[in-house]
């Protein structure tokens, strides 16, 4: 595990309420200069600490306005069939999020689909003939509370 000291956790959580600030901007936030806050940044990135930046679109904005939570549970529990599963995940752009679980459901899927006859295409057509998967079971988000967001960081 990388070694944070408290201007390190400053700068993450600056980065993550706002990823586009510049280095001289994070600089006034963090209280270093400019060029400490590059040299920390770039350590952060080649540590794996900070893994990417990405904007954070509205689904319903891109017409993707369908949450949709998705249990599957895998016809058998073998590394080749759980390989097949996770080759299908990574393939399949609606699919958001993906997390093995414990517990009845094998995985849970977060989703985003423009519609319920795209939805009905993803489990009838993609996810259920595939020869990993024993079964699907969905719910549709009604409303989102929270979106998700910043770590609780320690030491900010």
């Known amino acids: 595990m990388t ?3 408290t201007l390190d956790w400053r700068l993450l959580d600056a980065l993550q309420r706002d990823a586009s600030l510049t280095n001289a901007a994070l600089a006034d936030q963090v209280g270093l200069s400019a060029s400490q806050v590059s040299r920390r940044r770039q350590r952060l990135e080649q ?3 900070i893994r990417g930046y ?15 939570f998705i249990h599957v549970a895998l016809n058998t ?3 080749d069939n759980a390989r097949r599963f996770r080759d299908l995940v990574r393939l399949t752009p609606a699919i ?9 459901a094998d995985y849970l899927l977060k989703v985003a689909v423009g ?3 795209a939805l009905a295409r993803l489990v009838n057509e993609i996810l259920m003939p595939h020869e990993s998967v024993a079964r699907v079971r ?3 988000a009604l409303e989102t509370l929270k979106e998700p ?5 320690p030491m900010t």
């Open 149 to 153: 967001g910043q770590l609780p960081l």
């Open 54 to 68: 990405r904007a954070a679109l509205d689904p319903a904005a891109v017409g993707l306005g369908v949450i949709v």
């Open 3 to 5: 070694q944070l000291d």
């Open 47 to 49: 540590e794996g600490v």
């Open 77 to 79: 529990h073998s590394r």
């Open 138 to 140: 969905s719910e549709i």
């Open 96 to 104: 958001l999020e993906a997390h093995a679980l414990t517990g009845e």
């Open 115 to 117: 519609d319920l006859k």
